[in-house]
């Protein structure tokens, strides 16, 4: 537990009024990381206030007793959600959420943690400064459990960029532990209870409202272990949950993106394709190129690497090298 009293934490604050900053935060039997998480949180140095909210669904484990331990020494800061019984990562997100109320909310589930004290800060004073931009996210590492070790960054950017809403629609950009929103009271739709990732479709609901500044920042870890809701399902199932939540987001937006997600679920099924080739199955492989023609027009680039993979496998490397250069420019 971090070695900080409360009125140290709050010292710093220009106003001890409501809230600036709303930490969004769902757990679920992460004994082994919560701590960490929360530390992340209470570390943070900041000339406004900040709120923590957790969501606790009913853990089988210490979670719950490790998160009283902090909300005891931190009654005016740390706010705990819990039930009597679980309610599934979906229900526990939604209600979370719902309880933030301040003008920002930051997300960072149980399992990631932050590590750089003045994350919030950087990123809240750029949103106060720009009012067109409706996230502010981050660089992160990705932590591998397992071995305890670093093992790569994501996204891979050198510099802060600019992005919008039709770059969410190609994948997610960022870990959701980076993102931080201007709060725009958005209600959860009722198809998130249908999905098995959250964050994403959340991300793009709220860059609806403004553009994204990723940061070049590298603040958080997002951890990788066998227990982790996206990283235990394999590439297969998770390129079909991504495809039902663009499904699901066409449909929301009343069809009016609907010519890029079409292309991007187009994407989507193109890169089962390739999967199938690799685990030598041809038959799903043809039967997800000829699914992806029902979307929109099929993407040059990955055709090309469908046909080379299937019929001259040997050129494969190549292709591959020559997608990754241009889509680098």
Request: aromatic share 12%; net charge neutral; charged share 20%.
């Amino acid at each position: 537990m971090i070695n900080k009293t409360e009125q140290e934490i709050t010292s710093t604050w220009n106003s001890q009024n409501s809230p600036s900053v709303s930490i969004c935060c769902i757990t679920y039997n992460h004994e082994k990381f919560i701590s960490e998480a929360i530390d992340g949180f209470l570390m943070q140095k900041t000339t406004f206030p900040f709120e923590i909210i957790i969501g606790e669904d009913d853990s089988t484990d210490n979670t719950l007793n490790i998160i009283n331990k902090y909300r005891n020494r931190y009654p005016n800061l740390i706010q705990v959600i819990t039930s009597d019984s679980n309610v599934g990562m979906q229900k526990n997100f939604e209600r979370t959420f719902k309880a933030c109320q301040s003008r920002y909310i930051a997300l960072c589930e149980g399992d990631d943690y932050w590590t750089d004290s003045y994350k919030l800060q950087k990123q809240i004073t750029f949103l106060e400064n720009n009012p067109e931009y409706s996230i502010c996210c981050h660089m992160s590492e990705n932590y591998d459990e397992k071995s305890q070790t670093v093992i790569s960054h994501f996204p891979k950017i050198v510099h802060e960029t600019e992005l919008t809403i039709f770059d969410l629609f190609n994948a997610n950009i960022a870990h959701t532990c980076t993102f931080v929103y201007r709060n725009k009271n958005v209600k959860i739709p009722p198809f998130f209870e249908k999905l098995q990732l959250a964050d994403w479709p959340l991300h793009i609901i709220h860059a609806a409202y403004g553009k994204i500044k990723l940061l070049s920042d590298n603040m958080a870890r997002y951890r990788i272990h066998q227990n982790g809701v996206w990283s235990s399902i394999n590439a297969i199932q998770q390129l079909d949950a991504s495809i039902m939540a663009l499904n699901y987001i066409d449909d929301f937006f009343q069809k009016k993106y609907s010519t890029h997600i079409q292309k991007s679920i187009t994407r989507h099924i193109l890169e089962k394709a390739l999967i199938y080739l690799d685990l030598n199955q041809p038959v799903e492989a043809s039967q997800c190129y000829k699914e992806s023609s029902l979307h929109s027009k099929i993407n040059s680039l990955y055709t090309s690497k469908y046909f080379i993979k299937k019929n001259l496998s040997f050129c494969y490397p190549l292709i591959s090298f020559i997608y990754r250069t241009v889509k680098r420019t």
